[in-house]
Every structure is written in structure tokens, then in C-alpha cells.
């Protein structure tokens, strides 16, 4: 063990001299002298890419050519001095995190105030001693080195981030599985997918049973982020991989629950809403694992808030779940959604009720009049819930994962 750490840190040392080594420094003075003694003490250290000019305008000439990792700059020269430098390139976005360091002998309080103001990160006393020299550079470029292998890192990160987004959102139904299972079963489908970060734990879908009968379910993982969303593929696999034939919701819910269980971690949880729509009959079956209560409205205004008792899945592995029944007739809507709908707060502190998703529900169906040739329902009626929600939150984000799923029983 001992032989590798000092192995470890032997090449940790020699990445540190390679990356000094590759620094690329930008020495400015019109002093000829100053500039050939400081570019020696330099390149006898250790850094061999020093590039020297002699004034302020050759100086940024020179920085938008070799971008340098740091500059070494006099105040007082012709043309541009030191100060109108600092202010050039801090206002050029590439080099906003560029360190400067001013030369200067001025080393009263308010001058060097006034080079830290026109954007000078550091700065050296003059006449230059070797030390000081060395150490500031020193540490310059290392702070440089590191916030550009940070920056990468980030960027990394990000790009990652986004592809396993663009995956998450792919487990979930796209426009035409949507469109293959409103052309089988009659029915029509609009949803809105919105994790509270690059992630989320949240996610909806639908799934055939028969020519007959589908499964439709809307899932809610405790968390946020990158476990959250582990969990949503884990639990998607096993749907996809489960045999839901001649199985009510409450026993494919229970089926979920047992093999779930034993894939979470610790305090992991999930919430889920899951029902079957049976195309010959006007009744809809399904199960709740303390998910949000489902609504179904009806076009006469009619609005159920549906049973929403039940265990999440993955707190007991051997919890049962009850099989209930609502009608779900041509018309009908349903709309299922995860809790941030109707728990993110106005500015007073209040949420949304389930009433006050029911009576916007209602009142676009009537705006509608159920225009017996319209079949957009479910689309106008997410659109109108989601402006609810824009109306109600105001400026305040929405600190959940949101998923809405909207369902119409077309006629």
C-alpha cells in the first residue's frame, strides 16, 4: 500500500510539473531589462512558454492569439497600460477567469485598490524579488489549472446529465405508442413530464394487456436526482419485463411492491397510481399505493375524487392492496398526477386543492361543450392545468418533480 500511495503521489508531482511546464505566461513591461530578468527566473523554473511584449495594445493582441493561463503586467506603459488591460479583458467573456498580475512599486492601499477594481487578481512589488515572483505564479497557475479541470468536469457532468434525461424521458410513451393506443383502445392521452432537476423520480406510462384491456399508471420515487431516477428505470424494467395477463391493479400492484422491495435503498419509497381500462366495459379498475387521489370527470359536470389508500411501494414487502372500481364512461376524463400539482405553495403558503383541480377540469369541459366531434380533450384540458398551475405558483418555482397524465374516453 505504502508503494502505491508514493507511486500515486509521484505522478501527481509529475502532472503538476507538466501542467506548470505547459502554463502559457504572458510577461507585458516596456522595461527590457525587468522582462529579460523575469523571463529567465521563469524559464529556470520550470516554465517554458513565456511569451513577452513591451506594450498593452501587443498585450492583448497577444492574449486573443496564444490565450494565455496568466499574465504578468506592468501598470505604467505607453499606449495601454496596465489598468486599461485589466478592463479589456475582464469584459471579454473567454477571459473573465484569466489571472492578472500587476507590476507595480505604487504600493499604497488606494492604488492597488484601484488595480484590483479595474479587475488585477494579484500583484507583484517592484523591484520584482524572485520569491514572490515564483510563489504568486506558483499558485496562480495552479488555482488556473484546477478551475479549468473543474470547468470540464462540470461540462462533463452536464452532458451526462442531459443524455440520462433524454433516457428517462424516452421510458415514457412516446407520441406515437400514444397514438397506437388512442387508435386500439379509444382513448386519448396528453401528459406533462417536468423533474425539479436535471432528474427526477417521476414518470407515467401505459401498457397493453389485450385487445381489450390496457394498463395505464402514474409513478412518484421519494427524492430528487440521480437515485431517483435509478429507481424509475428499475421499476420500468420490471414492468416491462412482468406478464400483467389476468392480474386486477391491486395484484399487479402487489407484484411490483414484492420485487421492488428488495431493489431500494433504505427510506426509498415510491407512490403510484395504477388502473386498467377495459374498452367493452364503462367501469374503471385500479389500485392506489398512496399515490395522489385520481379524478374522473364527467361531461355533466360530475367530478370523482378517487380512493387513494393504499401502502408505496417498497416500505412492506408483503403489504396488499385493494382493488376498487369507478365508472369511467365515453366522455369521461381522468387525470392522474404526481403530489406537486397540488402541493406547491402560493405566495401566501397555500396549495391547490383537489376541488380546484376538479372545478378547472369542469369548467374546460363546459367551456368545450363537449363538442361531440372535438378530440383534443385531454390535450385542452393539460393545457388548462398547467395554467392553473402557473396562475396559482406565480413566480415561485416548483421545488417537485411534476408529472400530469390526462385520459379521455373518447365517445
Request: glycine share 6%; charged share 25%; with cysteine.
Amino acid at each position: 500500500m505504502q508503494l502505491v500511495a508514493e507511486q500515486k503521489q509521484k505522478e501527481e508531482g509529475q502532472s503538476r510539473q507538466k501542467s506548470r511546464y505547459d502554463a502559457k505566461i504572458l510577461l507585458v513591461d516596456d522595461d527590457l531589462f525587468c522582462c529579460t530578468f523575469i523571463e529567465g527566473v521563469l524559464r529556470s523554473h520550470g516554465y517554458g512558454a513565456v511569451t513577452v511584449v513591451n506594450d498593452g495594445e501587443a498585450a492583448i493582441e497577444a492574449t486573443k492569439k496564444i490565450c494565455p493561463d496568466i499574465v504578468l503586467i506592468d501598470i505604467v506603459m505607453p499606449k495601454v497600460d496596465g489598468l486599461e488591460y485589466c478592463r479589456w479583458v475582464r469584459g471579454i467573456p473567454e477571459f473573465e477567469r484569466l489571472p492578472v498580475i500587476v507590476q507595480t512599486a505604487i504600493t499604497r492601499a488606494d492604488y492597488i485598490k484601484h488595480a484590483f477594481d479595474a479587475g488585477a487578481t494579484d500583484f507583484i512589488r517592484k523591484p520584482v524579488d524572485v520569491n514572490e515572483l515564483l510563489s504568486r505564479t506558483s499558485i496562480h497557475i495552479e488555482n488556473q489549472m484546477l478551475m479549468r479541470d473543474l470547468i470540464q468536469y462540470q461540462q462533463r457532468i452536464h452532458s451526462e446529465l442531459d443524455k440520462a434525461c433524454e433516457t428517462q424521458r424516452l421510458i415514457m410513451p412516446s407520441e406515437e405508442v400514444q397514438q397506437a393506443i388512442t387508435k386500439k383502445y379509444n382513448i386519448d392521452i396528453a401528459a406533462h413530464f417536468q423533474p425539479s432537476s436535471e432528474l427526477g423520480g417521476d414518470f407515467w406510462g401505459v401498457e397493453n394487456i389485450d385487445d381489450d384491456k390496457m394498463v395505464l399508471f402514474n409513478v412518484d420515487f421519494s427524492g430528487h436526482g440521480v437515485t431517483a431516477a435509478l429507481n424509475t428505470f428499475r421499476l420500468h424494467t420490471i414492468l416491462k419485463e412482468a406478464n400483467l395477463q389476468d392480474k386486477t391493479a391491486g395484484e399487479i400492484l402487489m407484484m411490483l411492491n414484492s420485487k421492488i422491495c428488495a431493489l431500494l435503498e433504505v427510506g426509498a419509497f415510491a407512490t403510484m397510481f395504477l388502473a386498467i381500462i377495459d374498452r367493452t366495459s364503462p367501469v374503471l379498475l385500479y389500485a392506489s399505493a398512496g399515490a395522489p387521489a385520481a379524478l374522473i370527470i364527467s361531461p355533466d359536470g360530475n367530478s370523482n375524487i378517487l380512493d387513494n389508500a393504499g401502502i408505496p411501494l417498497g416500505v412492506v414487502e408483503d403489504a396488499e392492496y385493494t382493488d376498487c372500481r369507478a365508472a369511467f364512461h365515453p366522455d369521461d376524463v381522468l387525470i392522474t398526477y404526481s403530489d406537486a400539482l397540488i402541493e406547491t405553495e402560493d405566495k401566501s403558503g397555500m396549495f391547490l386543492s383537489e376541488e380546484a383541480v376538479c372545478s378547472c377540469v369542469t369548467d374546460t369541459l363546459h367551456a368545450m361543450q363537449y363538442n361531440k366531434g372535438e378530440n383534443r380533450h385531454a390535450v385542452i384540458v393539460l393545457d388548462q392545468l398547467r395554467k392553473l398551475l402557473r396562475v396559482h405558483k406565480g413566480e415561485m418555482p416548483v421545488e417537485d418533480d411534476l408529472t400530469i397524465a390526462v385520459f379521455h374516453r373518447r365517445p
